[in-house]
């Protein structure tokens, strides 16, 4: 018998006779993971060509509100991207039935959220900045 961090991680009902349905769904999470990337990519392609072209305008005023309309763009890609990321993390723990899988989910579930809160008062604050310039 092994250590309780692998309870669970030899498969089951599931793993035993469903195997062509726990094969599925790990195509669908690693779809998931490549929309969540391309999104990331995307809002970072995005931001790139946002901010080059807010830095060309003259006037100070101007260049700070677009660059600052850019990051807001970015922080929704990036917040859509971890919510994607953690559906699939949701898809892969329940298919592996390890406890420490568990763990890990609820960790990544934390720190994924913690950066979500943190990224959606910032962009909050932006916003805000936004609406108060001239």
């Known amino acids: 018998m092994g250590s309780i961090w ?5 498969g089951g009902v599931l793993h035993e006779h469903l195997a062509w349905l ?4 790990e195509w669908v999470a690693a779809i998931i993971d490549l929309f ?3 999104l990331l990519l995307i809002g970072a392609v995005r931001f790139i060509f946002g901010v080059s072209r807010a830095e060309t305008r003259r006037d100070d005023a101007a260049r700070v ?3 600052n309309r850019e990051r807001i763009e970015l922080g929704r890609y990036i917040l859509a991207g971890l919510e994607l990321f953690i559906v699939s993390d949701i898809i892969h723990t329940a298919l592996s039935l390890a406890l420490a899988d568990l763990v ?3 960790l990544l579930v934390i720190i994924r ?3 979500s809160f943190f990224l959606d008062r910032e962009l909050e604050q932006v916003k805000t900045e936004l609406r108060e310039a001239p």
Do not use: D, K, N, P
């Not at 692998?6 to 030899?10: A, D, L, P, T």
């Not at 726990?22 to 769904?25: A, F, I, P, T, Y």
């Open 22 to 25: 726990v094969l599925g769904l």
């Open 65 to 67: 509100q677009g660059t």
């Open 104 to 106: 890990f989910l609820g």
């Open 6 to 10: 692998e309870f669970g991680s030899e």
């Open 113 to 115: 959220s913690l950066i």
């Open 36 to 38: 969540a990337i391309a």
